[in-house]
């Protein structure tokens, strides 16, 4: 008795817990729609929204001094999701600063495969017309830049939190907060793969009735 008492303890709980947990992301409900039909980077032949699943921020002219805020990302949440697919990050970059977006991209590379970095050069009004089309409460600032950064759907929606218990309706995500990043943007992108996971797995079922 106490064997099997001893092997339940050992095997079946660790299981159960395991399978407990694993669900548990899938049961937080969905990411709120804040904005839906967020623009399309029409200004762009390489890069697009439509279909990806997106971290998308603002550097503007402000490459290096928002270095800090890309590297917080790239520790905090790209190395943990790069390898999903349809993942992407997107930076919004002022075209004179492509010499510190090179420098940044060889110092991320150090860090982890950097592929799905994308950064998307676009003028003032390109980028500001980008950040204007998630109607948020956040504003560039004068460099066109911005610490937060936010999660676009495949369907081109700003997904967030309509009753976060800090913010009441969080759009974005501060990359200068690493609490922001570990305690909210983690759990909300683990949300919105699972939201795709279930659909694919969901859309595989119906295709082999």
Do not use: C, H
């Amino acid at each position: 008795m106490k064997k099997t008492f001893v092997l339940v303890v050992l095997f079946v709980l660790p299981i159960v817990a395991y399978m407990f947990f694993a669900s548990g992301v899938t049961n937080f409900g969905k990411l709120s729609q804040l904005t839906k039909n967020v623009q399309e980077l029409n200004f762009s032949s390489e890069t697009q929204l439509k279909d990806k699943i997106t971290v998308l921020g603002f550097l503007g002219s402000n490459v290096e001094g928002r270095k800090g805020n890309a590297f917080n990302l790239n520790q905090k949440i790209y190395k943990r999701f790069y390898e999903f697919n349809d993942f992407q990050f997107v930076m919004m970059v002022a075209p004179e600063d492509k010499p510190q977006v090179e420098e940044l991209k060889r110092e991320l590379a150090t860090l982890a495969d950097n592929d799905k970095w994308k950064f998307v050069y676009a003028n003032s009004k390109q980028i500001n017309t980008l950040f204007t089309s998630l109607k948020t409460d956040i504003e560039l600032d004068t460099k066109n830049s911005s610490p937060y950064v936010f999660i676009i759907d495949k369907d081109l929606t700003l997904r967030g939190r309509s009753d976060d218990e800090d913010d009441g309706t969080k759009y974005g995500f501060n990359s200068n907060s690493v609490a922001d990043l570990n305690n909210k943007m983690v759990d909300d992108i683990k949300i919105i793969l699972a939201e795709y996971r279930l659909a694919l797995k969901k859309n595989n079922a119906d295709r082999s009735k």
